[in-house]
């Protein structure tokens, strides 16, 4: 690649997407696109179709680093693909992933959420319930805005015991829509619910006044979030919610993606058969 196509340095960017624009589609019920990304050259692909939000996900340890789960993944990972990924964009809103063991503590969460905004997060995700209460109301009072990972959060696959769906159990459902909207009155200002039953995620998404965004939790969340491997059908495991928009692509990559934003914009996906009951 020539220093002139660099991802870094060619078209100006679009309008930037922000809190405010991602507030602005759920009042309005229109829905929003996030996918991850870990390099400039995607980055820029992803954010130059259109897609409204880029994930700089700790998934990296398992589809960058070949891990079989996210746990090894560190803090200095995650500065160097935010980075790289800060570089490509072209006005997504970008969330970067708090690693395992990065907020464990007050003192901790406060510098590493510093040192990710520092590397070109504009927001940061931490997994967890009513635990991580505390944190968020830390770093929302100190100007650093939260997304909440619950549902599946696979830094406790250890505890989980496996990557299961969560919420099927009646007493676990109410509970999560309780721990939802204590997070939401702690500061957080999006929600990403992973596999969880589409009902679930519904109620939890109406109760909600912040965005909701989902992956393999059905097609009433207020944003669909994907795995970009996931979209171009290269990663070694299909779980039932990923679908390939590269092998019906007429246009490669960048038409894969503009399909992605455009059957999630008008509601084609995720389909009945990427849910879970
Ligand atoms: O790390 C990640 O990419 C994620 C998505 C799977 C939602 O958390």
Redesign the pocket.
């Known amino acids: 690649m020539s220093a002139q196509s660099s991802p870094g340095q060619s078209a100006g960017p679009r309008k930037p997407v922000t809190l405010s624009t991602l507030n602005k589609r759920k009042q309005n019920g229109e829905k929003f696109t996030c996918l ?1 990304a870990y390099d400039a050259c995607l980055a820029a692909q992803i954010s130059e179709a259109g897609v409204d939000v880029i ?1 700089i ?4 340890g398992m589809v960058i680093q070949g891990h079989d789960s ?1 746990l090894p993944v560190t803090m200095e990972d995650m500065v160097y693909h935010i980075s790289a990924v800060k570089r490509g964009n072209r006005g997504a809103f970008l969330i970067g ?1 708090m690693p395992f063991m990065s907020y464990a503590s007050e003192t901790q969460t406060l510098e590493n959420a510093a040192t990710l905004m520092r590397s070109g997060a504009h927001m940061i ?1 931490i997994e967890g319930g009513a635990w991580i209460a505390e944190s968020t109301r830390l770093l929302a009072e100190r100007g650093i805005p939260v997304c909440a ?1 619950m549902g599946l959060t ?1 830094q406790s696959i250890n505890r989980i015991g496996g990557f299961f769906v969560q919420g099927r159990d009646p007493r676990q459902a109410e509970s999560m829509v309780e721990e939802a909207l204590l997070l939401e009155a702690s500061g957080a200002s999006l929600l ?1 619910l ?1 596999c969880v039953p589409r009902e679930l995620a519904r109620k939890i998404t109406e109760a909600l006044q912040i965005p909701v965004i989902g ?1 393999g939790a059905g097609p009433d969340t207020d944003g669909q ?1 994907m ?1 970009i491997y996931d979209l171009l059908g290269i990663s070694p495991i299909t779980p039932r919610f990923v679908k390939n928009f590269l092998q019906d692509s007429r246009d490669g990559i960048p038409g894969a993606l503009r399909d992605y934003v455009a059957q999630v914009r008008d509601k084609r996906f995720p389909a009945p058969e990427h849910c879970f009951d």
Do not use: A, Y
């Not at 996900?57 to 990296?60: A, E, Q, R, W």
């Open positions: 991850t994930l996900g700790d998934s990296l996210t992933d995700k990972h696979p990403l992973e992956i979030v795995v």
